[in-house]
């Protein structure tokens, strides 16, 4: 706050409250009004955390050990407190504090200026100590940057010739190598008990894409692998499409625009332990060229496995879009912070169904076995399990809070999914909690509480993914405190623990390799994560339980909100590189990748910047 300013409760209504208090940034000096300051803010945090943040008064924030209250900001259309108004009087120059203080006297409390004036000269002369450490800190790393980037010009001018793949990401334990590609810096590390073999050297980035205008909070692939639905910030949902299979799925277009509709919808949301109507036809002749010759060609690059511009955009969302879905047969579900989830098809732009909530949705899911079903979470604590040919709830259930927790937000859902082949549906709260519950009847079943057994994580986190691992009563969480946990469903208990990232507020979350046999994650540092999903045998440690091997891959200059593997990567490759295996149609029969070394990272960072990395 800046001097001669204080806050003092007053009854006169109508007075702008965020206005009228002027705060000054600590690190630019720069003095603005409380509302500019909020609106700031909130183009660095997800939009979901500003509103939990607003709902809890808690705020949690990387560095910080545990959340700490704050004024709800106002923008977004957030609710502020409206008891009284607040006004400023005048004090003495030598009054000065700062907005982040917890000395700040309001109403009553304000006559006692000896104690604020010593409490503010306390904290300016911490405030010097600070800066002076931080300006020492940051020459420091100021000289040694430099001293990198002169040892890799150094290299780049002087070593091209040692160097086969100028493109390739080289491994070093504790130590990053960079390399030029598109214009842009890829760094991989791994971590100090990291001695490798190293699974992702081979690493190279094939495309970068960046259409969305804010951040990507989603990523999702269809169930055939051929399609990638991404949404965020700008309330759009772009459908990408492969290269080679463009032809089509624009012919399915095509069908629906040329009064074909019946063909297109005669298989609407389905039973899926019934039989498809029917499998999609071969793509690949018998010399391997596509049997579509796409009427619509792009200068292409050659490595880029998707096409430059997105197959389709789906507009109709007023807010950001929070989470997406595919069933089998090309429908998309989306959620948003407008308080929908709407259902859309591949064939056509426009929206088939719009379901209304009471507040923000936060996430959904198909059902994995019949796609007529999908769940819903929102942050009204309700659960609801929605049948989309009658468009209406068909069982719900509300979460109650945790009377062992103290967080005001315990009840919020922030995550959902199916597990155990949609035996179970599972919930995440903000206070750290997951909830499983029987589809059948939506009737609760059992938790876990996803929390360390001593130091600083006893107290739960938000909870802001849930994966189930195929074929195995296993699943995944992420959650607020940096760490991804993986817990066996027979026993609820912890298999092994996932560290390295960092994750104190973003709605990250992360998910497995097409063979299961890696996780990848996100990660606020700018950062995409990867690790081994079992302990290798051969690792000596005492526990088994740990797993801080990892390797990272440093390409975006922005906070990294999602990172997947594609299930099918031999479809990523290019036609003329594919094996003979790689030719089969739609079906089931194409799901086993000719080759089980390969892999194909897709991430996307909080700039709407979407990366695709392909494993030679």
């Known amino acids: 706050m800046t001097k001669n300013t204080v806050l003092r409760i007053d009854s006169s209504p109508g007075l702008e409250i965020l206005s009228t208090v002027i705060v000054r940034n600590l690190d630019t000096g720069q003095t603005m009004p409380l509302s500019v300051a909020a609106e700031q803010v909130s183009q660095c945090l997800n939009p979901l955390a500003l509103q939990i943040m607003s709902r809890t008064k808690e705020f949690a924030c990387a560095g910080s050990d545990d959340p700490q209250p704050t004024a709800p900001p106002s923008s977004r259309g957030i609710p502020t407190p409206t008891p009284a108004d607040v006004t400023p009087i005048n004090l003495s120059e030598d009054d000065n504090t700062s907005i982040a203080s917890d000395d700040i006297t309001i109403g009553a409390e304000a006559s006692s200026k000896k104690g604020y004036n010593d409490s503010g000269r306390k904290i300016r002369t911490k405030s010097k100590r600070f800066k002076r450490m931080l300006g ?31 493109e390739s990401l080289n491994v070093s334990s504790d130590e990053e190598v960079s390399d030029s590609l598109a214009n842009s810096s890829v760094k991989i590390k791994a971590s100090s008990t990291n001695k490798g073999p190293f699974q992702f050297h081979g690493l190279k980035q094939v495309q970068d894409i960046a259409v969305h205008v804010g951040a990507v909070w989603s990523m999702k692939f269809s169930h055939c692998g051929r399609l990638l639905a991404t949404a965020g910030q700008n309330n759009v949902i772009w459908v990408w499409v492969l290269k080679d299979y463009y032809a089509y799925f624009n012919e399915m277009r095509s069908k629906y625009i040329s009064k074909e509709r019946g063909a297109v919808f005669a298989t609407p949301p389905r039973n899926t332990m019934e039989p498809p109507t029917r499998d999609p036809p071969n793509i690949a002749s018998e010399d391997g060229s596509s049997r579509y010759e796409s009427s619509d060609q792009l200068d292409e690059e050659e490595e880029a496995p998707f096409r430059s511009l ?29 308080k929908t989830v709407r259902l859309w098809h591949v064939s056509q732009k426009e929206c088939l169904c719009c379901f209304q909530h009471i507040d923000f949705v936060t996430a959904i899911s198909f059902h994995p076995r019949d796609d007529r079903y999908f769940l819903s979470g929102s942050l009204d604590s309700k659960l609801r399990l ?33 597990c155990e082949n949609g035996k179970f549906a599972v919930c995440g709260t903000y206070d750290g909690r997951c909830l499983f519950y ?3 009847h939506l009737k609760y079943h059992t938790q876990i509480h996803v929390r360390s057994s001593r130091g600083r994580n006893t107290k739960g986190h938000k909870i802001t993914g849930i994966e189930p691992l195929p074929a195995e009563h296993k699943i995944l969480v992420t959650s607020n405190d940096s760490r991804v946990r993986l817990y066996d469903l027979r026993d609820l208990s912890l298999t092994c623990k996932y560290k390295g990232l960092t994750n104190m507020s973003s709605q990250i979350k992360a998910s497995f390799s097409h063979d299961c046999k890696y996780i990848v994650c996100g990660s606020e540092d700018k950062s995409v994560y990867i690790w081994k999903t079992n302990v290798p045998q051969d690792v000596t440690k005492f526990r088994r339980d740990r797993n801080d091997c990892w390797e990272s891959i440093r390409a975006h200059d922005a906070v990294v909100t999602c990172a997947i593997f594609a299930p099918y990567p031999h479809l990523m490759a290019r036609s003329d590189d594919r094996t003979e295996g790689s030719r089969l149609s739609f079906s089931s029969k194409s799901r086993s990748s000719p080759n089980t070394d390969s892999c194909c990272i897709i991430s996307a960072d909080f700039k709407g910047v979407i990366k695709i990395f392909m494993n030679s």
């Not at 290299?155 to 793949?165: A, I, P, Q, R, Y």
């Not at 789906?314 to 998309?332: E, I, M, P, R």
């Not at 009658?390 to 959902?416: C, F, M, Q, R, Y």
């Open 438 to 440: 029987d589809t059948e």
């Open 386 to 418: 929605w049948n989309i040919p009658e468009k209406k709830v068909a069982l719900w259930n509300e979460v109650s809070p945790d009377s062992s927790s103290n967080s005001s937000g315990g009840a919020l859902i922030t995550t959902v999914n199916f």
């Open 310 to 338: 997105p197959f389709s955009s789906y507009v109709g969302h007023s807010a950001d879009v929070l989470d997406l879905a595919w069933s089998k047969n090309y429908f998309t579900l989306s959620s948003s912070m407008d």
């Open 136 to 166: 020492k800190s940051a020459r420091r790393v100021k000289e040694v940057a430099e001293t990198q980037v002169e040892r890799a010009v150094h290299k780049v001018k002087h070593g091209k010739h040692e160097t086969t793949n100028s």
